[in-house]
């Protein structure tokens, strides 16, 4: 901690939120050394991440962050004061989706690293499942969008899983638990990534950094890589080892800020 310019830790989830709770034992190094103390907030560290490895963001680019409680899409300018929401989802995230399912597939927790494990190599077109909130009626046109045009939603999704399940179990036939996950696995990255390259396309955006503890599928990075490729966008994905939380990632969150002294440190919130 001496050798440390200032700490900065997680404070709300989200962008839009302020403190939240009191300081409890984050503020102890403020306390203890007598450094101002940032919070950073917890959506700002996983955009924040994709410099870690050296990566030279540009000026104004996507971050799709996809993980247990979000799945949004965001136009960053700057990490501090300037970023728009493009996409979200309406109800379950893909992460809870994941975990959802590998609990009816009994694949145990944490449900993403099972479902790609058992779906990988297997028949991604064996059970067609609903690619949620994509039919005209939702989405539109691009001259007349539709109300969930940039939103995500998994729960039908989940639904649509259990149902297959159902079938088998009452069928007395085994459950085809490869087929069912590299389905659902299909379903989920074809929505995200298929919505996400349409939204960097519509605001001019040619940068996409994916983020969030999802990133580490390996279908999501392949689909993603093939369809950013195709658009012309330059797709920066973190080391597998840096997509789920870690502490590493508040720190390029607040260097992003520390130089601004204008700002009370007691009352910064990123």
Not at 55 to 81: M, R
Request: overall charge negative.
């Amino acid at each position: 901690m001496d050798n440390a310019d200032f700490p900065a830790v997680k404070r709300s989830i989200d962008f839009d939120s302020g403190w939240r709770g009191d300081w409890g034992v984050e503020n102890s190094p403020e306390l203890a050394t007598g450094k101002p103390l940032y919070g950073v907030k917890y959506l700002v560290e996983h955009v924040g991440v994709g410099v870690l490895a050296g990566t030279v963001l540009p000026s104004t680019f996507g971050a799709l962050l996809v993980f247990g409680g979000h799945t949004e899409l965001f136009k960053v300018t700057s990490l501090t004061n300037d970023v728009q929401l493009l996409d979200a989802t309406i109800d379950d995230a893909a992460g809870e989706a994941y975990s959802k399912t590998a609990r009816l597939l009994g694949l145990g927790y944490p449900g993403g690293p099972a479902i790609d494990r058992a779906g990988k190599n297997e028949d991604k077109k064996a059970f067609r499942f609903p690619r949620g909130l994509s039919l005209p009626k939702f989405v539109g046109s691009a001259e007349e969008p539709g109300k969930h045009w940039n939103n995500f939603s998994f729960s039908g999704l989940k639904t649509a899983v259990a149902r297959c399940v159902e079938h088998f179990e009452a069928a007395g036939e085994p459950i085809p638990v490869a087929d069912i996950s590299a389905s659902f696995q299909e379903a989920v990255v074809d929505v995200i990534t298929s919505k996400a390259v349409r939204a960097m396309q519509e605001h001019g955006l040619k940068t996409l950094l994916l983020g969030g503890g999802v990133a580490a599928n390996t279908r999501l990075r392949e689909l993603l890589a093939a369809r950013c490729a195709s658009a012309g966008i330059t797709l920066v994905v973190p080391p597998f080892s840096l997509c789920t939380d870690n502490g590493g990632m508040v720190a390029p969150s607040g260097l992003d800020f520390a130089a601004d002294s204008s700002q009370p440190v007691t009352s910064i919130v990123l």
